[in-house]
C-alpha cells in the first residue's frame, strides 16, 4: 500500500526524469546502424526514429490514463488482468517472465560484451563471455540486497547523459559529413518496419512512466505534461544522435560499425583518449541499464508465485532471511536470459523482446476504450479529476494502429521468432490450468 505522503510527493520536473531516465538506454547507441541497414537511406532513417516516438508518445499518453485508473504496482500484468481477468494477466505475465525479461537482459548482456570488447581490443570469441560474466555479476549483486542494486542504479544513471550531450554538440559542430540521402549500402531488401522495431527497443521502458500515476501531486494535470515533454526529450535526443552521427560518419561506415559506430564517431571527434572516455560512458550507460532490468523483472514472477500463480511458487515466492530478495525468482531470469544469450544473437532477441510484449501492449492500449465504458473505473480516488488521455480517442488509435504494425511488420521479418514467441506464450495457457487445479485442490 502506498502512503498518503508519497502520493503527493512527485512534481512535474521529478516526473519528466522517470520518464526520460526509465526510456534511455542501450538503443540509442546500439541500433543507429540497424535502423539505417534496414531503410537503406539516412533520411528515412531519421524518419524511423521520428515514427518510433510518435508511436511511443501516443501510446505513452494511452498507458497514462489506464495507469490512473488502475494506479496499482505490477504495470502492464496488472493493467491486462485487471480489464481482461486473471487468464489473460497470467499470459502476459508467462510471457513477461519467459521472453520479454531475459530476452531484454540478455540482450543488454550482449551489447555491453560486444563493446566492451571493442572499446579494449579483446578477441571476438570473448564478447559473449564478457555478457555473460556481466549478467552474472549483477544478479548476484542485486540478490545481496535491492539496497545494492539501488545504489549502483543511482551512481550509473546520471552516466548515460554524458556521452549522448558530447556526441550532439560536438557532432553537429565538428562534423562535415552529409546527412541527409545518404545511401547505406545495403542492396537487400529494405524494411520500414524493421528499423522502426529498433527504434522501439531503444524507446522501451515508456510503460513505467504511468506506475507514478497515483504518486503525483495533481496528476490530471501532471503526468500528461510530464509524458509529453519526457517522451519529447528523449525523441530530440534520439534524433539528434543519429543526426551527429550521420554529420561524422558516411551512412555505409555506420552500418559496418555497428554498436561500435558511437565509440568510433567519439575518437573522430575527440582523438583516442577522449574517444575511450565516451565509450567508456556508454558502457556505463549500458551496464546501469542493464542493471535496472535485474533489479525490477525478477518481481513479476515473484508476484504472480506469491499469488499461487507460477510453476514452482514455493521458491520463486521464497524471501532470503538476511538479504531480503528473491533470490530464486532473480536466478530464474539469470538462467533463462544466459540460455537465450547462448542461442541468439542481440538484434534477435531485442525483436523478440519487442514483438512479445506489443502483442499484450495493444490489449492495454484496447483497455482505455473499455474503462471509459465501466462506472466502477471512472470514480476519482480523491478531489482530484482523473486524468483522460489527450486528443481521445485520436491518441490511442494511433498506439493501437502504431502496434498492429509492427507486429504485422515482424511477422514478415521474422516469421520464426514470432512463430517461437507466441507458441512460448501459448504454452502458458496448459500452465494456467494446472496450476489453477492445483490452486483449487
Wanted: hydrophobic residues 55%; proline residues 5%; charged residues 10%.
Amino acid at each position: 500500500m502506498m502512503n498518503t505522503e508519497l502520493k503527493r510527493s512527485i512534481g512535474f520536473m521529478t516526473a519528466t526524469t522517470i520518464v526520460i531516465g526509465t526510456v534511455i538506454g542501450s538503443g540509442i547507441f546500439m541500433k543507429p546502424a540497424i535502423v539505417i541497414d534496414s531503410t537503406g537511406n539516412s533520411t528515412l532513417a531519421l524518419l524511423a526514429w521520428i515514427i518510433g516516438g510518435i508511436i511511443t508518445l501516443a501510446s505513452g499518453l494511452t498507458i497514462a490514463e489506464v495507469s490512473s485508473k488502475i494506479p496499482e504496482t505490477g504495470g502492464l500484468y496488472v493493467y491486462i488482468e485487471k480489464v481482461y481477468g486473471r487468464f489473460w494477466g497470467f499470459l502476459c505475465g508467462w510471457m513477461q517472465t519467459i521472453i520479454y525479461g531475459p530476452a531484454v537482459i540478455g540482450a543488454l548482456g550482449l551489447y555491453f560484451g560486444a563493446l566492451f570488447a571493442g572499446v579494449f581490443a579483446l578477441p571476438k570469441e570473448s564478447e559473449l563471455w564478457i555478457g555473460i560474466i556481466a549478467v552474472l555479476f549483477l544478479s548476484v549483486v542485486n540478490m545481496l540486497g535491492s539496497q545494492f542494486g539501488g545504489m549502483v542504479q543511482s551512481v550509473l544513471t546520471a552516466a548515460k547523459l554524458l556521452p549522448i550531450f558530447l556526441i550532439i554538440i560536438f557532432g553537429v559542430v565538428k562534423g562535415n559529413v552529409p546527412i541527409f540521402n545518404m545511401d547505406s549500402g545495403n542492396s537487400q531488401t529494405i524494411s520500414m518496419g524493421a528499423a522502426v522495431l529498433a527504434t522501439l527497443w531503444a524507446y522501451d521502458g515508456w510503460m513505467n512512466v504511468g506506475f507514478v500515476a497515483g504518486e503525483m501531486k495533481n496528476p490530471a494535470k501532471t503526468l500528461p505534461k510530464a509524458i509529453i515533454t519526457g517522451i519529447l526529450i528523449v525523441m530530440f535526443a534520439y534524433v539528434a544522435v543519429n543526426v551527429a552521427l550521420l554529420h561524422v560518419l558516411r551512412a555505409d561506415e555506420i552500418v559496418a560499425l555497428g554498436p561500435n559506430a558511437a565509440s568510433e564517431a567519439a575518437t573522430i571527434l575527440f582523438g583516442a583518449f577522449g574517444g575511450k572516455f565516451i565509450a567508456i560512458g556508454i558502457l556505463i550507460s549500458i551496464f546501469g541499464c542493464l542493471n535496472g532490468k535485474i533489479l525490477t523483472f525478477p518481481r513479476m514472477p515473484f508476484a504472480m508465485a506469491t499469488d499461487g500463480l507460477f510453476p514452482f511458487s514455493k521458491y520463486l515466492a521464497h524471501i532470503h532471511p538476511t538479504w531480503r530478495t528473491p533470490v530464486f525468482a532473480t536466478l530464474a531470469q539469470m538462467a533463462i536470459a544466459i540460455v537465450m544469450m547462448l542461442l541468439g544473437n542481440a538484434d534477435r532477441l531485442t525483436d523478440i523482446a519487442i514483438f512479445s510484449v506489443f502483442l499484450f501492449y495493444g490489449f492495454a492500449f484496447y483497455a482505455v476504450f473499455l474503462l471509459r465504458k465501466s462506472s466502477l473505473f471512472n470514480k476519482p480516488l480523491s478531489n482530484e479529476p482523473l486524468y483522460r488521455v489527450p486528443l481521445y480517442p485520436f491518441t490511442p488509435i494511433v498506439a493501437i494502429v502504431g502496434t498492429a504494425y509492427i507486429i504485422m511488420s515482424t511477422v514478415l521479418h521474422a516469421p520464426l521468432d514470432t512463430f517461437l514467441s507466441i507458441v512460448v506464450t501459448l504454452s502458458g495457457i496448459p500452465v494456467y490450468y494446472a496450476m489453477t487445479k492445483k490452486r483449487q485442490g
